[in-house]
């Protein structure tokens, strides 16, 4: 294997796949790229089994094609430290290759390439849909901090894409909070799902870069893969069925809190610093034209409250919040007016975007409520 490119351009195709490469695997092999020269490009593969990613770059002056697994932490760290330039690579022996640069070069040890586990990608009966990059990136962002980590119900730790004919729901939830994100962005010619695990969901949305216009989304019972530009994402999915989501939602909360979402947000932030640290209790108390947000640490001293003015129409209410699960929810909504409706004090409260905003906004949350004393 004999080629030249820049080394800049090397260690940004590597950044792109490193999220794959483990910190410890049972297959050493795994903690090396695997390098894969050929037609004038040098493909570069990362994976960790659950999760892989690849990329290409071009190269110049090819002589001599082939594919070698090369040690991943030390050429990441050899790159970091060489400023723009050109760079040769080539193998030395069946166990060696050098890296050589204007003013000096590098000899590092190379596996077989035959060493690197096949990656199972999807199947011939892969379903594909195409979805606007930011729309998915504002998706995973919007829906993602809501997984569980759930050892016995494994569907609940993952986004669930719920695709349908006229639109395209990503929902995630702990049982405490349940979100939902929908376009109408994305269609298909019949309804299908698939349930993303949020470590991928994550890496998906970090190497996703804002000159990415649209992924192309392939999945099957197991596996999806997602592919935008130069790179493909090859994941296992979540095998399990997902709760019916649609069947909590409230539809009947007559209790309507309008207000901006930043003050809220700021208001629940301060209360909550005298909230008890093991619980972040905080309660509502609700009457016409008025909110009251409250806190208090028995066990401390600690109490405050702070009141608000809103648009409010329904029955005098409070009500107990996780003050951690309110915040993320306002923190991850990006309108400025919400409104929230309640039913009563036992029952789930709707997090909407205001009316005006309503057609932009494309997130929902639904919180449960704690029994206040």
Known sequence: MRFNLSSTDLLKSLM?????????????????????????????????????????????????????????????????????????????????????????NS???????????EIKTTGDDAIKVEFPAQSLVDGIQGTVYATADDEIRPAMNGIFFDIDVASTTLVASDSHKLICYTTADVKAAEKASFI?????????????????????????????????????????????????????????????????????????????????????????????????????????????YEKISCDYAGDELTIGFKSTFLTEILGNMGCNGIVIKFADARRAALILPSEEEAESEKICGILMPIMIS
């Open 107 to 117: 000899v590092l040890p190379y596996f077989p390439a035959d060493d690197y586990p």
């Open 196 to 304: 993303l695990h949020k470590k991928p969901a994550g890496v998906l949305r970090s190497i996703i870069g804002k000159d990415v216009e649209t992924v192309s989304i392939a999945f099957d019972s197991t596996t999806a893969q997602f592919t935008f530009g130069d790179t493909t994402m090859v994941c296992r999915l979540v095998v399990g069925k997902y709760p019916k989501y649609r069947d909590v939602i409230p539809q009947n909360n007559s209790n309507v809190l309008k207000i901006d979402r930043v003050l809220l947000l700021n208001t629940v932030r301060r209360v909550a610093v005298c909230a008890n640290k093991a619980s972040n209790h905080i309660k509502f108390t609700l009457k016409e034209g008025q909110l009251e947000v409250s806190a208090q640490d028995l066990g401390f001293a600690l109490a405050t």
């Open 16 to 104: 792109d796949v490193s999220k794959a490469i483990p910190s410890k695997s049972a297959l050493p092999i795994l903690e090396n790229f695997l390098f894969v020269l050929k037609d004038g490009r040098l493909e570069v593969t990362a994976s960790d089994s659950e999760l892989t990613l690849r990329t290409s770059v071009p190269v110049d002056a090819t002589e001599e094609e082939g594919s070698i697994a090369v040690p991943a932490r030390h050429m990441i760290d050899l790159l970091k430290e060489l400023p723009d330039q050109p760079l040769k690579i080539r193998t030395l022996s069946d166990s060696s290759f050098e890296c050589s640069w204007a003013s000096g």
